[in-house]
């Protein structure tokens, strides 16, 4: 599947992202030799190398950090596709189609394709897969509604959910949908970089040539139903940590790709480099204290209003990330299916008006507030910044900095801290609802806020029958979340791709970065 958003951080709990968007379909038929890549320019490389910001958390699809998809993508095809617009399309399933009340989906799985392992891709084994995935994958919180995997016949099987769900067939192209072997499931503990991979998918997890923490070599499947995904001889991902490191593999050819940020975008532009980027990344603070459980201002919606009205967008991205970004007050970025016109105006910078609105409720002479952040991707510069345009309205800034996930997951989430520094990626709504503010947002909504509103309009959108009546309640479901200020976004910040000259397919048609590397080919440019 396409992963659109490539990780700024090795930290998935501070940066959920996007898998694409989110346009489903009732009933799809398709064929895998037309859902590769456009590379009419293509030749078959030798080495691709690839440049990934941290080691691989996991090589099993259940643990693998959702930010560094490729370390699965390679190996484990997914039974749906999804483009970089969404558009779903064949994967390990020729066919797919949801029933009338959208709560079962079918899936008719391709003939004769089988496992890295050699046993077979059928029915049973799927539903092996997706029951050992909706059990225990870090994606499963998003999917409870799946009640029951069935298999049909050896070719067929229904994934079943408890309440109408449109968007059931873009779970099948994200994480959920890597399919395990049965043989891989059993012996899921052995899942590990000193063993092959058990997937079904372009390529296979060589343990002799890789070294768990430095480098990861995937070969060719030859098994592989779908050659027009086979670039490559072989594909490495190389750990390089350090940006400015990155940056210099790739002008030297130690690796063809690399993703960035803003602080090495000018340094890869003089080396020239390919560059590709996009705002897709939201920067700003998670306001989880809403019932006002540890800091009973944040109880207020007028203080978090406030807290809105006093951040000086425009002069922190220009300072911050100059051309490259840009300034958001909600969540959804500009061309997703939950982006809201009206919300994009809602709180222009004016302390004044946060001055007012903290005296309306009760707070004239301030408070202190405590925060969560964190050293990592400019988080805590934000903060410090912040922390100087709200001193002025009277709200105090207590940040507490930590350094490491753990520290920064559990704080998240033990109700100590009203006030969390975040980086969350764009996604469709449907998915972003549920990780990021719905109740099933674990590790988003840490004190468990609850809004008959969202849920309401949030089932709407499952019972929709077409995306226009679909995408009307993301937008109300934005409005309303932008309106009631559980979160104050401050700007959008880019993902970059850099490759080498040589590389196609790291660029979409809207410009921005594709984020998979089953997509990019050799091509004859110097």
């Given at each position: 599947m396409h992963r659109r958003s490539a990780a700024i951080s090795a930290m998935c709990v501070v940066t959920a992202l996007s898998i694409g968007a989110c346009t489903g379909s009732k009933?799809?038929?398709?064929?895998?030799?037309?859902?590769?890549?456009?590379?009419?320019?293509?030749?078959?490389?030798?080495?691709?190398?690839?440049?990934?910001?941290?080691?691989?958390?996991?090589?099993?699809?259940?643990?693998?950090?959702?930010?560094?998809?490729?370390?699965?993508?390679?190996?484990?095809?997914?039974?749906?596709?999804?483009?970089?617009?969404?558009?779903?399309?064949?994967?390990?399933?020729?066919?797919?189609?949801m029933s009338d009340n959208n709560q079962t989906l079918t899936l008719t799985l391709r003939s004769g394709v089988t496992f890295s392992d050699g046993s077979a891709v059928d029915a049973a084994a799927v539903k092996k897969s997706l029951d050992y995935m909706r059990a225990n994958s870090s994606v499963a919180s998003l999917y409870t509604d799946i009640t029951s995997v069935d298999v049909v016949?050896?070719?067929?099987?229904?994934?079943k959910t408890s309440q109408p769900d449109s968007q059931l067939p873009t779970a099948m192209a994200g994480l959920l949908?890597?399919?395990?072997?049965?043989?891989?499931?059993?012996?899921?503990?052995?899942?590990?970089?000193?063993?092959?991979?058990?997937?079904?998918?372009?390529?296979v997890l060589d343990p002799k040539a890789s070294l768990s923490g430095d480098h990861y070599t995937y070969t060719l499947n030859p098994s592989y139903y779908d050659k027009s995904r086979q670039h490559w001889k072989k594909i490495v991902l190389k750990v390089v940590t350090d940006p400015q490191a990155a940056v210099n593999a790739l002008s030297t050819g130690q690796v063809q790709q690399a993703t960035g940020d803003f602080t090495t975008a000018k340094q890869a532009a003089g080396a020239g480099l390919q560059i590709a980027y996009k705002p897709t990344i939201w920067f700003g603070f998670n306001l989880i204290d809403r019932g006002g459980e540890v800091s009973k201002p944040l109880g207020d919606a007028r203080v978090r209003q406030a807290i809105n009205y006093a951040i000086d967008r425009a002069t922190l991205e220009k300072a911050t990330l100059g051309d490259y970004g840009?300034?958001?007050?909600?969540?959804?970025?500009?061309?997703?299916?939950?982006?809201?016109?009206?919300?994009?105006?809602?709180y222009p910078y004016d302390p004044a008006k946060a001055k007012a609105l903290l005296a309306q409720a009760g707070y004239a002479d301030g408070f202190d507030l405590p925060v969560l952040s964190v050293h990592f991707e400019g988080l805590?510069?934000?903060?410090?910044?912040?922390?100087?345009?709200?001193?002025?309205?009277?709200?105090?800034?207590?940040?507490?900095?930590?350094?490491?996930?753990?520290?920064y997951a559990g704080g998240s989430t033990d109700r100590k801290w009203p006030v969390v520094a975040v980086g969350y990626g764009s996604q469709p709504m449907d998915q972003m609802a549920k990780g990021l503010f719905l109740p099933t947002a674990k590790a988003f909504n840490g004190f468990g806020t609850v809004s008959p509103e969202l849920q309401r309009y949030f089932d709407a959108s499952l019972t929709a029958t077409t995306d226009a009546d679909r995408n009307?309640?993301?937008?109300?479901?934005?409005?309303?979340?932008?309106?009631?200020?559980?979160?104050?976004?401050?700007?959008?910040?880019?993902?970059?791709?850099?490759?080498?000259?040589?590389?196609?397919?790291?660029?979409?048609?809207?410009?921005?970065?594709?984020?998979?590397?089953?997509?990019?080919?050799?091509?004859?440019?110097?």
């Open positions: 009933a799809g038929v398709g064929d895998a030799a037309s859902t590769g890549s456009t590379a009419g320019d293509a030749k078959l490389g030798g080495t691709l190398t690839v440049a990934m910001q941290a080691p691989a958390v996991g090589v099993n699809p259940a643990t693998v950090n959702g930010a560094f998809g490729n370390y699965t993508a390679l190996d484990y095809d997914t039974l749906l596709r999804a483009d970089y617009q969404g558009k779903i399309s064949a994967g390990l399933a020729s066919a797919w189609a016949d050896a070719s067929h099987v229904t994934v949908g890597e399919v395990i072997s049965p043989k891989g499931v059993d012996g899921i503990k052995g899942l590990t970089v000193d063993a092959p991979s058990a997937g079904a998918g372009a390529y840009a300034v958001t007050d909600q969540p959804s970025a500009k061309g997703d299916n939950g982006y809201s016109e009206a919300a994009a105006t809602r805590d510069q934000l903060t410090e910044a912040v922390k100087a345009m709200l001193d002025p309205i009277g709200i105090h800034l207590k940040p507490n900095y930590v350094s490491d996930e753990q520290s009307a309640q993301y937008v109300k479901m934005e409005d309303w979340v932008v309106e009631n200020a559980w979160f104050a976004p401050v700007m959008d910040v880019p993902v970059f791709s850099y490759a080498a000259k040589n590389l196609g397919g790291v660029e979409n048609p809207d410009g921005s970065p594709d984020g998979n590397a089953l997509d990019w080919y050799q091509t004859t440019a110097s």
